[in-house]
């Protein structure tokens, strides 16, 4: 009965727990979303400056030359997709030309098959359009919002960053306090694997985004699809967010594909060709550049993926992960925390 009771206590206490940082992690997203990007780039950047500082750089220049490397990289990025978007933007009124005559096709085929007249169906369209542009403001004040908040954290994150670096004495002190005695040297075991882990692991991942961008780049552009490098590059980028990620970045290139090219074959290919990259990329390039850096469970991914969707959106998804990463290797040193280690970590079988 006892036994009964503790085990019933301590799993409201942890459902309790869960639910108020849930709604912590939800209600302070503003603060946390970009703190905790600043915080992993930090992590990621920490053996490059500390490289630095030991060749006799100043922390400031180290954290500096850091910060600075991400920038370019970035910047060069962006300056390869806002040239291919330019030149794509420059063909709409072509693609929208050949939609057009789709359309019409789509409108007979739902008149045959379905019943559905074309003048309904012109009638559907005509509220669509007018509901959309009764909700233009609003759109247009979400989009500011948006784009006022994106700006405002391309601006904070480095700071954070920077911070992050500036202060590590400070952060790791703090923790070694919170920890206890008991606890000083497995923290430290588990900070040296965090930064070593996701140092390495971040420079493999951009060896992997290089390389399937440039394989989906070359099979799209052997179909003749236009635009390849610009849709290569955004597919594989967008495998930032596992699993989702190819399916959204994969839509826009099918159906350009579908309004520009003759044949139904040429959309069926470039699902074809980002398949066969993601099987690539999932079972040979990933493996071996990145090999298994994580070591976290499929489950635990997905998990934290759908979770890090509700509460944070897209960062959610993305940042969810290197934080289910430290947890399982903080969950490594812990006995206690064996249980939650087991379901975290990857199956040998």
Known sequence: MINQYTFSTLLLKYLLASILLFLLLYFGRTLFIPLSYGLFIAVVMYPVCNWLEKHHFSKSISISISLLIIFIMTGLLLWLLVV???????????????????????????DKKLSISIAS????????????????????????SKIASGLFNLFIIPVFAALFLYN?????????KSAGNKYTDKLHIVLHQ???????????????????GVLNSAGLLALGIKHAILFGFITSIMTIIPYFGIFLSALLPVTVAWITKDSFWYPVGVVFIFMFVQYLEANVIFPRVVASQLNVSTWATLIAIIAGGMI??????????????????????????????????????
């Open 84 to 110: 291919q978007f330019n030149a794509f933007r420059s063909d709409l009124p072509e693609l929208r030309a050949k939609l057009e005559p789709t359309l019409a096709q789509l409108q007979n085929w739902l």
């Open 312 to 349: 944070w959106g897209v960062s959610g998804m993305i940042l969810f992960i290197p934080m289910v990463g430290i947890l399982k290797m903080v969950s490594d040193s812990i006995p206690a925390w064996e249980p939650l280690n087991i379901l975290l970590r990857r199956s040998k079988s």
């Open 121 to 144: 169906q012109n009638v559907w369209l005509k509220n669509s359009m007018i509901k959309l542009s009764d909700n233009s403001g609003n759109l247009l004040a979400g989009s500011f």
């Open 194 to 212: 965090t930064l070593n882990t996701y140092f390495h692991f971040i420079k493999g991942m951009i060896f992997v985004y290089i390389i399937v």
């Open 168 to 176: 590590r004495k400070d952060f790791i002190l703090f923790l070694e």
